[in-house]
């Protein structure tokens, strides 16, 4: 079975801004990458292998920062942009392709950057309002105090959790 190289060009970061009827990428540093695959066949460049391939050659953690591909079609008028969202957006990313078999850049928006913060209290609902239907400010301006709901769930973030299994 023969293998072949899929190259991809990539901004990374930026963001889309409206120009008349069409959309235009303005990237934060201008500057343009490539990450290659060699593969038997383009449905092995999943979008998984996609954005683990671009965290790899940035060097960065896939946990800490949220990324989102997106490219403007070269057939779309006007232009806007279409998002990777998974395996098969993926694949059309990678067939749509103009007559010199160029495909679009593939613009890498940094959505979110993740940050773990520790966590001094937890607090539930119960704990911040009364269970006879006072508020938290009423509670803390000196009124007799409301013993808090022995019953009470409290729910944690997915980060609260680790940082709760790590202490134990």
Known sequence: MGYSSTNIHFDY??????????FEWIPIDGRLYAISFKTSSLDEITYSFLKESICK???IDPCIKRL??????????????????DDEDMFVYLTSVDKEERRSILHVEVIEEMEIVP?????SRVEKESSYGGNYS???SELPEVEVNPGALTLFTHIEEAERYLAE
């Open 13 to 22: 970061d930026g963001h889309y801004k409206k120009s008349g009827d069409n």
């Open 57 to 59: 050659k940035k060097t």
């Open 68 to 85: 989102n591909p997106s490219y403007i079609p070269l057939v779309v008028e006007p232009k806007r942009q279409s998002y990777n969202l």
């Open 119 to 123: 966590v001094t209290e937890q607090q």
């Open 138 to 140: 009423e509670l803390a």
